[in-house]
Every structure is written in C-alpha cells, then in structure tokens.
C-alpha cells in the first residue's frame, strides 16, 4: 500500500516592525494560519507554495535553501 504524503500550503509574509515603523518580508515563509495567529503577519497573496509537512521546522517555517546544484544531501 503507497502512502500519501501529507501536503501544506505555506505563504511569504510581512510584519510590521515598531522599532523602525514599517513592515518586513519575513525571511521564511509559513502556513496561513501561523502568519495570523503566531507571527502576527500579513499574508502575501499569491505566494503560495505546495510542500511536504515534513519540510516544515518544529515552529511551522519554511526555509528554502538556495542552491544552484540541486536538492543538498542529508
């Protein structure tokens, strides 16, 4: 029996930053209902991107590593 793997869609977003007053693109992106809830973020619209749960930290991030190569090694 194949097993699915479970899929999650996660957003770039931007927060506002009181020091500075004005907003960030966050450096990762997350799923929508992290963005709202825990980082207090707006959604970007149109930034969606379908991945593996598995791809996600133990705090909901996404972080994509740039690489020219491919996909690293474990």
């Given amino acids: 029996m194949q097993q699915i793997a479970e899929t999650v869609t996660v957003y770039s977003f931007r927060v506002f930053e009181t020091d500075a007053e004005t907003y960030h693109v ?8 992290l963005i709202t809830e825990r980082f207090r973020g707006d959604v970007l619209e149109g930034t969606g991107e379908e991945i593996g749960a598995d791809e ?7 972080r994509r590593i740039a690489t020219g190569w491919g996909a690293l090694d474990d």
């Fill in 56 to 62: 996600l930290d133990a705090h909901g991030r996404y």
């Fill in 26 to 33: 966050a450096p990762f992106k997350a799923p929508r209902h």
